[in-house]
């Protein structure tokens, strides 16, 4: 019997309509598109401005863009996963109520997060859930409300986040395509450096609290940057070591979109020229849990069966991460 792997055979996405440009951040902060561009590579950002709508609303709708591109029947899904950093609400699953507003009716599901690497993270747990045999079809998404924890009066975290979600669809493959291998990693030293304080249960909320700076994103800046730009990149160069593979033989890299001159420093550790690497950060900003799948809605119709992709991400907590895959279809 021929291995079964996980492939990915269907994609979506959604994205707020409301468009956060440098222009308009320069109205609200002391900054400006040169200062924001060179840093980061960020021209625009989407943000969910509409009042009581959360991750599950675009979670919802790109998931129904993936089905209704496929002609999909959501009561053939078996699992949905919800990868995010945002959930709607503190205790309810976020992913329970996606998949019953899609109509996954025969599915069960669940959110796990490991911020800018929970797709990332979710790969691999959709993976052993397809392997096992048990499941045919699992629905990755990865969705991110950020506005929802940014302080747009500080200069370092507004510029850089955005709002969006993608969906990918698994299934199994015994023709050798799908994930291949994977390298992850975390280190629960670096929660400092990136957290949000205030809200979990080690400094809850309590009745009467005035929010603060707390309640919002913390980065300190360079230590993040410093991390990002060697894990992501070693453990890029590790799986491909590990996997006797060259720069020539890989297609893609779909690298977390955090920052250009982090993606960047990706691809040149591994000797990758910039046609093949995948980018829209300019556009988006960082969407967190959804820069992976974003990326695959973007660049589908470039995609060939059989190309090889390095996946990598890193994120809070820290958590870091490289994934290699062989893309399962063309376009159609």
């Known amino acids: 019997m021929a291995k079964i792997t996980a492939a990915i055979t269907a994609v979506g996405k959604y994205l707020p309509e409301y468009v956060l440009t440098n222009e308009i ?29 959360g991750t599950s609303f675009m979670a919802i709708k790109a998931a129904e863009d993936l089905l ?8 053939e899904i078996d699992l949905v996963i919800i990868a995010s950093a945002t959930p709607d609400m503190q205790a309810a699953n976020t992913g329970a109520y996606v998949a019953s507003e899609i109509g996954a009716t025969n599915a069960f599901a669940f959110d796990m997060d490991s911020a800018c690497s929970s797709f990332l993270f979710g790969m691999s747990v959709v993976s052993s859930f397809i392997e096992s045999g048990k499941y045919k079809k699992v629905l990755l998404i990865g969705a991110d ?16 986040f955005g709002d969006g979600a993608g969906a990918v669809l698994f299934e199994p493959n015994e023709e050798g395509y799908g994930l291949q291998d994977e390298y992850l990693r975390t280190d629960g030293e670096g929660r400092q450096y990136l957290n949000v304080l205030k809200g979990g249960s080690a400094y809850p909320i309590k009745k009467g609290d005035i929010p603060d700076e707390d309640f919002f ?12 730009v060697f894990n992501m990149a070693d453990v890029s160069e590790k799986i491909l070591e590990r996997n006797n593979l060259t720069k020539n033989d890989i297609s893609w890299l779909a690298a977390h979109q955090a920052n250009k001159r982090i993606i960047d420093a990706t691809a040149n550790r591994v000797g990758l020229e910039e046609s093949k690497v995948m980018m829209n950060i300019e556009k988006y900003g960082n969407t967190t849990s959804a820069t992976l799948p974003l990326l695959l809605a973007d660049y589908e119709s470039k995609l060939k069966k059989g190309d090889k992709i390095i996946f990598a991400a890193f994120g809070g907590g820290f958590s870091w991460g490289s994934i290699y895959y062989k893309w399962a279809y063309n376009s159609k």
């Open 145 to 160: 409300k950020n506005s929802s924890m940014i302080d747009y009066s500080d200069r370092a975290t507004c510029i850089i």
């Open 217 to 228: 994103v913390h980065q300190d800046g360079r230590t993040v940057f410093k991390n990002a």
């Open 25 to 53: 951040l320069e109205s609200m902060v002391e900054t400006n598109d040169e200062w924001i561009v060179s840093r980061t590579g960020i021209k625009e950002r989407r943000i969910l401005k509409e009042e009581g709508k």
């Open 68 to 75: 209704s591109k496929n002609q999909l029947d959501p009561k």
